[in-house]
């Protein structure tokens, strides 16, 4: 749509015509100041296009103060190739015309087929108000108003809606809209915004509960009332049956009976009591006369005892007596023992003394023989001893002389082999039958001397050699052996022998007859150590001991041989001799003591004796017979009471322990409180039975179970009520889930179109940022960056601007659906700053290659750089 | 020549809480009535005696005024009364039956047999050997004393017994309140008249269930009789003839719908009914949009003509058509939500999908007819 020309007259301050033509197809920027007719212009384009020529609610149109003004306003634009002409005055003259290709249409008409080009509509009755205005109401923008799209998106809703679902090729329902209010006030009838029951729904739920409630309560009480009544049968059964046993009265009768066999029993006790205390009595009478009955027998006793005592004396006295012969015996028989031990120990003194002298006989007789053997011996060493004696005094030396000339012998050797070495040495090698002489002694053949002294070695034919030995010491060497061979010459002498070898050999005969002499002299003394006269002494003496023995040998008296054999050794004769002895003093000390014994026996025999008689004499009286047989007879009377009593005692004791008192005693307690048990309880049922009588009557004339039939009856209702509700609203509930879904669906797919016009300008302006469009294709979620927020949150400038943008976008949504697209813009951007504002010049001048635009500003300077020609009302109202 | 009436089973003071409020109390006149129905068949057939095998009421506390009305019921009919204590109105210690004499509501003509043995009707010609139950549950035949049970001469002996004849009945293995088959021949009765089974049915030549006189349950059991029973002489074989007492016809379908066809058949059986019906209709397969209206509109109608239709459509899929569909102007999305809907009928719980499909279309169909205007 692309408008031409636009001309007022007598409307407001254009009393008089108004021409604004040459309008481009893109921006179009109309400028001057405050009241200058900006705003009046717009009124008129609205007005021309929806109000109806016919309204009387066109008053702001008037100049002011003219009363036959008719406001004209007329309009030339082209549409898809086609030429409009619009002519429409209001007021005085109201008309309209419209020339569409020469096709003339007028008055409603007119007014209807534009509307439907331009998809607005028109009032019932009165001016024509925002909601009327549709698309233009979204792409005309009055001062001011840039920033609010919602409204303005809602009342183009079903326009831009069709528009939509041309271009998308979807078919929006016709009713569907319609469906969902209807479902949705349906079931908001039932449900809350959230799904809770309401009103009659919850009621019923609530009724539901209360039913329910009142239904347990009476089933409760139906179940007490059931359980009454049978409390009441078997307490009914149970009062009847007991006024037919009346078992209380058994208890009585039974208590009477217990008491009457307790009576009884008392009775026997005391009896019993009584007897016993006879029975005291009787035995303590039958003490004291078991008392005098065993005095009286404790003597006869004691004369018993006595007579046995007597004939155990007497027994003892036979049995000592007895006893006699055999110690007699016993004497005799030891003593004879003992003289047969003696004799033998004589016979054995005797053969020892012959023993004996014979062993010193032999004995002496031997000594005799020794020392005549020692006396011969004796004479023997004497002679040799004589001899000996003679050698020694013959070779008589003195040991220390030969001793001192064998060491000056041996010193003259030294000195000599000394001499020798310090001599000079001559050797000599002849030849066979020369001689030479040295010292004057000849010398041949090969040899050495030892030279000590000056020497001439005479050589035969030739001369005489003199030889000298130099040096000190054999001077000195010479002389020692002189002096020692003068010593030793003289020492010999003394000695009386001619050399050392003599003198060691007659030393030698020397110590041997003085060593032979010293032997010889042990010998001697070994034979006759006290001397060989002594010894001879000896001999005579034991010579004449000798003989006295032999003639005491031969004095002893010679017993027979066989004796002698049998003669045992003293020792043993000895031994056998004391023992009789022991033997013959035992059986004289058995003997006597046996005497002492029967003695005493026969002492004791007569003291029994005598006691017993006495004893029997003294109980052998009448008077004591007598009273021994009445106590006897007592006793045995007394005796026989007490066992009869005691029977009767013991007889009577088992019947009150048969009587079992203390169970009587409990029986007794027990029936009285059985009676009285029974009798109460039976007062207790009867009192039961009248109070559930009175309870049940009171509660059957309630009709329990017939009102909670009733009630039933009632839930039963109120559930199926309910259940239909809910099946109702969960039915509702799935319906409208669905159509909104479906729809929604719809809707995103309507939205896509329009969401990418939004994001073209939106990137211009905001390179990052996302503005999205709602289902109801307004525009909602801003984000930029972290930014994140509903449009309606934004700076007021800044939603004025997206408000523009979002405009622009619903524009060419339209322009792509064959729908016009006419932007109108009163001093819009006012509140945008520099940075802004040319951004949106962009925007703008971008959307005029699809759009035309009419822009209506006070402020020109501002929008200088929009590359289009301004034009100034101020010179167009002139130009007129 | 003795006649007598035979009914038992009349559980008076049964509410019946799954109707409407106002079906339920026709339900519960009706009882009344029978018993008068009772009271006037018996006078009509000339009958000697009535006899009630049990549970004359349904519960022990039912209100006075119940009580009351009960024996108001018996009114035209002046002869003897005999009624037994049932399993429902057990002779306990304190019951139904003291509190019916404390309020002083029971006619001299009415004889009630609260403990066990004999009932003599020398008029009647009749001795009836009781077996009222004194205990809610018994375990034991009550019946059983009557073998020892000596009558007057000249008597029929007439046994009124209230439980489950062994053997015969469904479900009476280790019933309660056991009956012997066979206690006509060990007491030598001339008749047994049971209660408890609430059908009319016969288990021997002497021994019968009258079972109740007006239905109560959809159970199809032979229900809403009265036994006339004419016996010429003791021992001879009674003749039993049976008369309805019932006012409502209880039914109950199970239908399955495929095919439109199917749906007429059920309408047809429907207007086929008499208007004194109580019918539970349970339907499963699957409807049209077309027919589902169809159905909706014969329900609206049997609705006013029977005393009570109950409808369970819940098993019932909505299966709309292309033509269903096209005359709802179901254009868009719309059509997209009836598609999910329809087959959302298939899940596991389908029967919110079928319920939103169904409002679905009524809204539309509404709105076609807004658009229609």
Redesign the interface.
């Known amino acids: 749509m692309k408008l031409q020309r636009l001309q007022v007259e007598q409307l407001r301050q254009f009393r008089k015509p108004l021409v604004l033509d040459d309008l481009q197809p893109g921006i179009n920027l109309i400028h001057g100041p405050n009241e200058s007719g900006k705003s009046t212009l717009v009124r008129a384009i609205r007005a021309a296009f929806f109000e109806r020529h016919r309204s009387k609610s066109v008053e702001d149109l008037r100049p002011w103060s003219d009363s036959a003004a008719a406001p004209t306003i007329d309009l030339s634009f082209e549409h898809n190739q086609q030429q409009w002409q619009l002519t429409k005055s209001f007021l005085q003259r109201k008309r309209c015309d419209l020339v569409v290709d020469r096709h003339a249409f007028s008055g409603e008409d007119a007014e209807e087929k534009l509307a439907e080009l331009l998809g607005y509509q028109f009032p019932k009755k009165g001016a024509s108000k925002e909601e009327h205005w549709g698309i233009p109401g979204l792409l005309w923008i009055e001062q001011g108003t840039g920033q609010d799209i919602e409204k303005a998106v809602e009342y183009a809703g079903n326009h831009l809606k069709s528009a939509l679902n041309g271009l998308v090729g979807?078919?929006?329902?016709?009713?569907?809209d319609?469906?969902i209010q209807?479902?949705q006030t349906?079931r908001a009838a039932l449900l809350t915004a959230t799904g809770k029951p309401r009103e009659e729904y919850a009621q019923l739920e609530k009724d539901r509960d209360l039913l329910q409630s009142d239904i347990a309560e009476l089933e409760e009480r139906?179940e007490q009332?059931?359980t009454?009544?049978?409390r009441?049968?078997?307490?009914?059964e149970a009062y009847n049956r007991a006024e037919q046993e009346r078992p209380w009265e058994e208890a009585r009768r039974n208590l009477e009976h217990a008491r009457a066999q307790y009576q009884q029993v008392e009775t026997l006790q005391q009896q019993q009591t009584q007897d016993q205390a006879t029975h005291h009595h009787l035995q303590q009478n039958l003490g004291l006369l078991q008392e005098s009955q065993g005095q009286l027998q404790s003597q006869r006793q004691k004369l018993e005892q006595r007579q046995k005592e007597l004939e155990k004396a007497q027994q003892t006295l036979e049995q000592e007596m007895l006893r006699a012969p055999a110690f007699d015996k016993a004497v005799e028989q030891a003593r004879s023992d003992y003289e047969t031990a003696v004799k033998a120990v004589e016979l054995a003194r005797l053969a020892e003394r012959r023993g004996h002298l014979q062993q010193e006989i032999t004995r002496l007789e031997n000594q005799q023989k020794s020392l005549q053997q020692n006396l011969t011996k004796a004479s023997e060493f004497g002679v040799q001893i004589d001899d000996a004696r003679t050698q020694k005094q013959k070779s008589l030396i003195d040991a220390t002389a030969v001793q001192k000339a064998t060491s000056t012998q041996r010193q003259l050797a030294e000195e000599n082999i000394r001499s020798q070495a310090i001599a000079t040495r001559l050797t000599w090698q002849l030849e066979p039958g020369h001689r030479l002489k040295l010292n004057d002694s000849e010398i041949q053949g090969a040899g050495e001397q030892r030279l000590l002294t000056d020497s001439t070695l005479e050589i035969p034919g030739i001369g005489t050699l003199g030889v000298t030995p130099g040096g000190e010491d054999l001077a000195s060497a010479r002389r020692t052996l002189a002096h020692l061979e003068q010593s030793l010459g003289e020492q010999l002498r003394a000695l009386g022998v001619a050399n050392t070898e003599e003198a060691e050999a007659r030393l030698a005969r020397y110590q041997e007859a003085e060593s032979r002499l010293r032997h010889l002299d042990d010998l001697i003394r070994s034979v006759a150590p006290n001397g060989v006269e002594r010894l001879t002494a000896e001999h005579q003496d034991s010579g004449a001991q000798l003989e006295q023995k032999k003639t005491e040998l031969d004095a002893l008296p010679k017993s027979e041989q066989a004796a002698q054999e049998t003669a045992l050794s003293l020792t043993s004769a000895e031994s056998n001799r004391s023992t009789a002895e022991s033997r013959l003093s035992e059986a004289e000390t058995a003997k006597r003591k046996h005497e002492a014994d029967a003695l005493s026996a026969s002492h004791s025999r007569d003291n029994a004796q005598r006691e017993w008689q006495q004893l029997k004499d003294e109980l052998d009286t009448e008077k004591r017979q007598q009273q021994l047989d009445k106590l006897t007879s007592d006793i045995a009377g007394a005796e026989q009471k007490k066992a009869d009593l005691e029977k009767t005692l013991q007889q009577r004791d088992s019947n009150i322990q048969q009587a079992r008192p203390d169970l009587l005693k409990q029986d007794i307690d027990r029936y009285q409180r059985a009676a009285e048990t029974l009798q109460n309880a039976q007062e207790g049922r009867d009192r039961e039975l009248r109070d559930?009588?009175v309870r049940?009557?009171a509660?059957?004339?309630?009709?329990?179970?017939?009102?909670c039939?009733?009630k039933?009856?009632?839930?039963?209702?109120v559930n199926r009520r309910y259940a239909e509700l809910h099946?109702?609203a969960?039915?509702?509930?799935?319906?409208l889930n669905?159509?909104t879904e479906?729809?929604q669906?719809?809707t995103r797919r309507l939205q896509a179109p329009l969401q990418k016009h939004l994001d073209h300008y939106l990137s211009v302006l905001f390179p990052q940022a996302t503005l999205e469009v709602d289902e109801h294709l307004v525009p909602g979620k801003f984000s930029r960056g972290n930014e994140l927020g509903q449009m309606a949150e934004l700076s007021f400038g800044a939603r004025e601007q997206m408000g523009l943008i979002s405009r622009l976008a619903y524009a060419d949504l339209l322009q792509d659906a064959g729908r016009p697209t006419l932007i109108i813009l009163d001093d819009t951007l006012v509140h945008s700053d520099a940075e802004r504002l040319d951004g949106m010049k962009r925007i703008l001048f971008d959307a005029a290659h699809r759009h035309q635009i009419l822009l209506f500003t006070c402020h020109p300077e501002k929008w200088r750089d929009l590359g289009v020609e301004p034009r100034d009302l101020e010179s167009l109202k002139a130009k007129v | 020549m003795p006649k007598f009436l035979h009914t038992a089973d009349w559980q008076m003071?049964?509410?019946?809480?799954?109707f409407?409020?106002e079906d339920?109390a026709a339900l519960v006149e009706a009882r009344y009535e029978a018993i008068e129905r009772l009271a006037r068949l018996a006078v009509e057939q000339e009958c000697d005696a009535v006899l009630v095998a049990g549970d004359v009421f349904?519960?022990?506390?039912?209100?006075?005024?119940?009580i009351r009305r009960v024996f108001n019921a018996t009114k035209e009919f002046s002869g003897p009364w005999v009624m037994l204590p049932g399993n429902h109105d057990a002779a306990?210690?304190?019951?139904?039956w003291s509190?019916a004499r404390?309020l002083d509501a029971v006619p001299a003509n009415v004889h009630l047999a609260l403990e066990p043995g004999l009932i003599n009707l020398e008029a009647q010609g009749l001795a009836i050997l009781c077996a009222p139950l004194t205990q809610?549950l018994t375990h034991g035949d009550l019946t059983e004393p009557f073998n020892t049970l000596e009558t007057p001469a000249g008597l029929l002996r007439i046994g009124l017994g209230h439980g489950s004849v062994q053997g015969l009945l469904p479900d009476s293995v280790d019933a309660t309140n056991p009956i012997a088959p066979d206690r006509n021949e060990t007491a030598r009765l001339d008749y047994l008249a049971l209660g408890d089974w609430h059908g009319a049915k016969q288990i021997n030549e002497r021994t019968w269930y009258s079972g109740t006189p007006e239905p109560e349950r959809f159970r199809n059991n032979d229900a809403g009789y009265a036994l006339v029973v004419n016996i010429s002489a003791p021992g001879a074989i009674p003749e039993v003839t049976r008369h309805s007492t019932a006012r409502y016809q209880w039914h109950q379908w199970r239908e399955t719908l495929s095919v439109s066809s199917d749906l007429d058949e059920l309408l047809r059986r429907i207007e086929e009914l008499p208007e004194a019906s109580v019918l539970d209709i349970r339907l499963d397969g699957a409807i049209n949009l077309e027919d589902d209206q169809r159905l909706n509109n014969a329900l609206s109608i049997a609705e006013a003509r029977f005393r009570s239709i109950a409808c369970d459509r819940t098993r019932l899929q909505l299966e709309p058509t292309e033509e269903d569909i096209t005359a709802l102007?179901?254009?868009?999305?719309?059509?997209?939500?009836i598609e999910?809907?329809r087959i959302?009928q298939q899940d596991e719980s389908p029967?919110?999908?079928?319920?939103?499909l169904?409002?679905?279309a009524s809204?539309?169909k509404d709105?076609g007819a807004e658009v229609a205007r």
């Open positions: 979807e078919v929006a329902s016709t009713a569907g319609d469906v209807t479902v349906q139906i009332y059931q009454q009544v049978d009441l049968g078997a307490l009914n559930i009588r049940l009557e509660w059957g004339a309630e009709g329990l179970e017939e009102q039939s009733e039933k009856g009632e839930l039963e209702h099946r109702r969960q039915a509702l509930d799935l319906l669905l159509l479906k729809r669906a719809l | 003071g049964r509410s019946f809480s799954r409407e409020t339920a349904d519960a022990q506390t039912v209100s006075d005024r119940t306990l210690a304190e019951s139904v509190r404390r809610r102007h179901a254009d868009g999305y719309l059509g997209e939500v999910e809907l959302r029967e919110s999908a079928r319920d939103a169904a409002i679905l809204l539309l709105k």
